[in-house]
C-alpha cells in the first residue's frame, strides 16, 4: 500500500537527484565558456563510458587479483570494431546484444 510519506519521499529524492544534473545547465547555458573548459569539458562523456567498459571486462570478484572477463572480453573486441566501422550507436548497441547472446550461448 502507497502512503503519502512515501509519495512525498519518491518526490524528494526524484528532486535530490535531479537538480544536481540540472542546476549546472541553468547556469551554463547563458554564459560563453572559454574553449580550454569546452575542450577539457569534450572528454567527460568518453571517460565515463571507457570507466563503465573497463569495469564490466574485469573480473574482481571470483580471486584474489584482477583477471578479465572473457565472455565479455570476446563481446567487446567485435563490438568495438563495428563501432569503429559504422560509427553508429543504435548499430553498435544491437550488435554488441547479438554477439553477447551469441556468446552466452556458445561458451
Known sequence: ???SYMIWLIIGCALVTWLPRVIPFIFVRSIQL???MLKWL???PICILSALVI???LDTESQSFVT???PIFLTFIPTVIIALLT???SITV???VMIMA???FFV
Open 34 to 36: 572559454p574553449a580550454v
Open 102 to 104: 551469441l556468446v552466452r
Open 1 to 3: 500500500m502507497t502512503t
Open 94 to 96: 544491437i550488435t554488441g
Open 42 to 44: 569534450s572528454y567527460i
Open 87 to 89: 560509427k553508429s550507436l
Open 55 to 57: 569495469e564490466n571486462l
Open 68 to 70: 578479465l572477463d572473457w
